[in-house]
């Protein structure tokens, strides 16, 4: 596969999708209803695409990433992407905010989130030119793009635009999957080459919770599906073959970012020209990693 390298010499990435401000709050013990509870808050850069970025960067790909934030937060979160490494493509909107997250954080690191999308729900197909996607050696599209009208339009024109090229979808909700319909997601996602989702939203798409079944039915509708399982590891399906790789063990702090990082790695390590199974040991070392501190993006220095 011919890929085209960026100044830092990796393969180029096209990245499409959102921008969050995260809030993590990872409290001392229960909620207390109607009282208090101590609790570690943060503030993170987040999105499963600005994380899928940042990642791709730290892993050595050349990145443009395209995205819609607040008009108030654009050069400020221009500025960080660079300094991640990522090559930023932020529309600046006037009337809605930058989309913003709360994640609470449980005592074994898993998380459950509070979603307002804010500006991400603005994405629009002019926000991404033809260059972009011409020059990019492969798309990855975060699935949140896909459950809200214009945005699901837009990642629709780059599909169309990208014909030819690896095109990967992270699925990123598993609720937002089930208000939507599995249909109606297989659908809107047709066109692209790899599925990255996770055990919980696998079993959605597919109505089972079997792995095999998963594999059989998504590989209908994709060439390549790779679902991440966590500390379980990662099955990948392609070519009518099924691979499983485990995962290191590990003491998770917080998962928040986890599968943004295995995407990442594999991603680079596909262009890179790796074999499936090196891609898939580099994905579940690369996620188990990201759950040792707290946020979604590579940690600074």
């Known amino acids: 596969m011919t890929t085209r390298a960026g100044a830092n010499g990796g393969a180029r990435v096209l990245v499409i999708g959102d921008v969050m401000i995260d809030i993590l709050v990872r409290p001392e013990g229960p909620i207390a209803p109607g009282s208090d509870r101590r609790a570690e808050i943060v503030s993170r850069p987040g999105g499963s ?42 529309t600046g ?8 997250l709360i ?27 033809d260059a972009l996607v011409d020059h990019a050696a ?5 699935g949140y793009s896909f459950f809200a009208e214009g945005p699901r339009a837009a990642l629709a024109s780059v599909m169309a635009r990208a014909a030819g090229k690896p095109v ?8 937002f999957l089930r208000e939507a319909g599995a249909e109606n997601f297989l659908a809107w996602t047709r066109g ?24 059989r039915r998504l ?15 990662c099955d990948a399906f392609a070519n009518g073959d099924h691979l499983h790789v485990a995962a290191p063990q590990v003491e998770a702090r917080d998962s928040t970012g986890a599968g943004d990082a295995f995407v990442a ?9 790796a074999t499936l199974e090196a891609c898939l040991k580099r994905a579940v070392a690369a996620g188990a990693a990201a759950t040792g501190f707290l946020g979604g993006q590579p940690e600074a220095g």
């Open 168 to 175: 990967g979808v992270d699925p990123a909700s598993a609720q």
């Open 138 to 142: 492969a798309v990855q599209l975060s």
């Open 103 to 129: 994640a609470l954080v449980g005592p074994d690191g898993e998380r459950s989130f509070l979603t307002d999308r804010g500006a991400n729900l603005a994405l629009a197909a002019s926000d991404i030119s």
């Open 192 to 215: 692209a080459t790899m599925l990255f989702p996770n055990g919980e939203e696998a079993a959605v798409l597919t109505g089972s919770d079997d792995p095999q079944i998963q594999g």
């Open 265 to 273: 790695a594999f991603l680079t390590a596909k262009l890179a020209g």
């Open 219 to 233: 590989a209908a509708h994709y060439p390549q599906v790779v679902v991440k399982r966590g500390a379980a590891g």
């Open 49 to 90: 695409a600005a994380n899928q970025a940042s990642w791709l960067a730290h892993f050595g790909a050349a990145v443009d990433f395209v995205a819609r934030v607040g008009e108030a937060d654009r050069r400020r979160e221009s500025a960080r992407l660079r300094r991640a490494g990522v090559t930023p493509h932020l």
């Open 93 to 100: 909107d006037a009337h809605r905010e930058t989309g913003r």
